[in-house]
């Protein structure tokens, strides 16, 4: 949700609390407000907790990543895909790369949180000559 909006209905929230119940009105409405945001960060640190668990970096099946990323995800979306954090790479724009035990990877670009570019890179078959330098 984009913030501006979110924060912008929780002004009205607690406008509508006072005009149609005074101030309980609006205790009722910022105590929705203190637990619409204790569920969203209880859901970035399940995120996390379940990211934290395995090898930085590393997924089952890049292929199957690659299938399932749209661009616009959040991390918070990507994360449990990966069930990995991401190995950071460059920090403009915001790149994280998450390889599979074959030596393919993906590659995601991060512009304002969001998922702006992503790429599969397979790795050179086993007769395949390495690449000139």
Known sequence: ???????????????AGYVGYGWPGVALAVTVIVFWLLLQF????????????RPVGSIDNAVMLHARLRTGMQLLE????????????????ET???TDAGGDHVRVELRGGRC????LERAPAAGDAPPAP
Do not use: H
């Open 78 to 93: 990507i994360l449990p895909l990966t069930r990995s954090l991401g190995q950071k790479v460059a920090d403009e724009p």
């Open 116 to 119: 702006s570019a992503f790429a």
């Open 42 to 53: 209880s859901r970035a640190l399940r995120v996390m907790r379940a990211a934290a668990g």
């Open 1 to 15: 949700m984009n913030p501006v909006l979110g924060w912008g209905l929780a002004v009205i929230a607690v406008a």
């Open 96 to 98: 994280f790369v998450w």
